[in-house]
Structures are given as structure tokens and as C-alpha cells.
């Protein structure tokens, strides 16, 4: 019995991949999503490497990793993704987040594997787009106008990406929580302590956990579907009502001073609406995301075993 099954659409292109193991290079493993990808696809041939094995911005030690490692796909999880860092240190954002994905690109095009990326509701200014009066989530084909470093450098990967090489699956996701310190743990660390809580009502967007985005990266890859998608969770909410719900879910009852982003002074502005569609996701009806409350109850449930 052949281990891969694999079927060919009528004028030859390849569709669909199933019990197929697949050799797959991840980069930033150590990261959030780089965890929940080396524990959600164990049954494949995995190479789990983080900067001190694999250095996405050293161009020749990228291709040479490629060309022995030969993956069938490259999944990249690595980024500099705290975005205030990156306004100071802006040549180290452009190396990682633009750079590195084009060595990726580059790499991965030489040998003919898929590259599955990772860019960010961040790469939209933050008004959503308003029609009829009513202002409306950001679909894949909207206009981008990154404010932020973070953001600037993130779109640069995206059109490296997109310059580089045809089969790729670009994923826009948001308020990305996983295997790792994020949003949810600081607001737990806080909720458990004496500090006072506040947290911003000014910031809307859709907690998105890493569980559902690999769910996702295992239909893409499964389907073959190439090309660019939004993919957070769905619903959306405020920060403020984020950190609520995390309290009521983790029985804690402790007010949390509501504050806008001005008080934060922090170094980037924050988007203030960053709603995603998964417009394509839904069309093509291949994922489903789950409601942002539903994965933060699972992810809860799951922080309560640790
Ligand atoms: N977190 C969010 O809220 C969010 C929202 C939207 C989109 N995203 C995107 O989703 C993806 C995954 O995010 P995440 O939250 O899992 O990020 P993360 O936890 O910060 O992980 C990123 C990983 O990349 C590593 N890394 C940094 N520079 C590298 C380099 N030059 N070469 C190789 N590895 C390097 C980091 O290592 P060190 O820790 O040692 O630096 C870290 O292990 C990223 O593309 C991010 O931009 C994230």
C-alpha cells in the first residue's frame, strides 16, 4: 500500500495530499506558533531550528540549510515580533521580518519546496474600512498602510514572499496567543498579584490561537491551496473586554481600570482597529476558524492542567 495518495486534477496540476508524511523545515520553533507546530504535526517528518541552529537572515547559511535539509515545505515562524522593539531597533525588524523571508523565498524556490508564512493584522492603519457609513473588517484585497515598523517590515516579507515564489500560503492572523509569555499570561501574572489591572478599550481586534492557526496551516497544506488568506479567529473584541473575559473564565474577580492607548506611551501605536475577514477562507469554505471566545476557553481549560 503506498503511504501518499495523491490526485491530479484533469490538466495535470497536483490538488490534493493526504497520509502523506511531509519532511517540513520550521523556523523560530522556539517561538508560539514554531511549539504548537513541532506538537500538532508529529505524525510528519519534522526539523524544528531556531536562531542559534538557523539564522533566517544569513542568506548562505539559509540555502545551504535548504539545499541539504531538501523539505517538501518551510514553515516560517520566525520573526522579530515584539513591536516596540522594533522602532529602535529598525535594521534588526528589517532583517528579520523583510530579509530573512526573502532568503526563505529564495531558498525555497532553488529547490522547489512550498513556504507557508506568517504576516499580521499590523499591516493595516487601523480605520477599517467604512462603507455605507459602516465600518467594516479588513478583507485579504483591502488597502495596506502599516503605521508601525513592525508593520512596515512585515508587509516588505509579504511582498518578498509574493515577488519570490508562486507556490506559498500566505496567512494574515492577529493577537496571536500559543506555547509561550503573550497577552493572556501578563494579564493572569497581573490578575493573580496586587497590581492594579488596566487595559485599553481603544485597541479592537480578534484574539486568534495558535492551535487554530496550525489547524488551518494543515488544510492549506493538505489542499494544496496556494496564495494569500486572513486568518484569525472569528468574532472581535476589545483589549479591555480580552482581559475580562479571561478573569471570568479563570474565576477572577478583580476589576480592571479601563484606559486608552495614550496612557500606554508606548513606543508603537497600535493599530486601533484591526478586525480581519477571513474573506477566502469562507469562499473557498476549506477552514473554519473557531469563535475567539471558544479557543480562549480551550486554551484556559488546557493553562489549567500546567
Ligand atoms: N504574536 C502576535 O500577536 C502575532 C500577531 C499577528 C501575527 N503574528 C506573526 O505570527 C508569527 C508567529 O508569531 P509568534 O507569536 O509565534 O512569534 P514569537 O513567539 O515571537 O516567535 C518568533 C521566533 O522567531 C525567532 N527568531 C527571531 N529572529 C530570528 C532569526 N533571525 N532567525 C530565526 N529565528 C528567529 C525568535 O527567537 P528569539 O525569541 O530568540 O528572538 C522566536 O523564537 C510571526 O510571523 C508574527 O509576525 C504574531
Not at 521580518?97 to 529564495?106: I, S, T
Not at 477571513?278 to 473557531?290: D, P, Q, S, Y
Request: glycine share 8%; net charge neutral.
Amino acid at each position: 500500500m503506498p503511504k501518499a495518495w495523491l490526485f491530479l486534477h484533469p490538466v495535470g496540476k497536483l490538488l490534493f495530499r493526504e497520509g502523506e508524511a511531509m519532511k517540513i523545515l520550521v523556523t523560530g520553533a522556539n517561538g508560539q506558533l514554531g511549539k504548537t507546530i513541532g506538537r500538532c504535526f508529529m505524525e510528519d517528518d519534522l526539523v524544528l531550528t531556531d536562531i542559534n541552529s538557523l539564522d533566517i537572515t544569513k542568506e548562505t547559511v539559509v540555502f545551504e540549510a535548504i539545499q541539504v535539509i531538501k523539505p517538501d515545505v518551510i514553515i516560517n515562524c520566525a520573526a522579530y515580533t515584539d513591536v516596540d522593539k522594533c522602532e529602535k531597533n529598525q535594521s534588526q525588524a528589517y532583517e528579520v521580518n523583510a530579509r530573512g523571508v526573502h532568503n526563505l523565498a529564495l531558498g525555497a524556490s532553488k529547490i522547489g519546496c512550498e513556504l507557508v508564512h506568517i504576516s499580521t493584522d499590523y499591516v493595516f492603519d487601523g480605520k477599517g474600512i467604512v462603507e455605507n457609513g459602516k465600518r467594516r473588517p479588513y478583507q485579504e484585497m483591502d488597502q495596506v498602510n502599516p503605521k508601525t515598523i513592525y508593520g512596515k517590515t512585515k508587509l516588505l516579507g509579504e511582498q518578498f514572499l509574493q515577488e519570490t515564489i508562486e507556490n506559498y500560503y500566505l496567512i494574515r492572523t492577529a493577537w496571536l496567543y500559543g506555547d509561550g509569555f503573550n497577552f493572556i499570561k501578563r494579564i493572569l501574572m497581573q490578575g493573580y498579584s496586587n497590581e492594579t489591572v488596566s487595559v485599553v478599550t481603544d485597541q479592537i481586534g480578534t484574539p486568534t490561537s495558535t492551535d487554530q492557526l496550525a489547524r488551518l496551516i494543515k488544510v492549506l497544506l493538505k489542499e494544496k491551496s496556494y496564495g494569500s488568506y486572513h486568518g484569525s479567529c472569528e468574532g472581535s473584541c476589545t483589549r479591555y473586554e480580552y482581559a475580562r473575559a479571561i478573569f471570568d473564565r479563570m474565576g477572577i474577580n478583580k476589576s480592571i481600570e479601563p484606559i486608552t492607548s495614550k496612557d500606554l506611551k508606548q513606543l508603537a501605536r497600535r493599530p486601533s482597529y484591526s478586525v480581519l475577514e477571513n474573506k477566502r477562507l469562507n469562499e473557498k469554505g476549506i477552514f473554519k476558524f473557531n469563535h475567539w471566545e471558544e479557543a480562549l476557553v480551550e486554551y484556559l481549560e488546557e493553562l489549567k492542567t500546567l
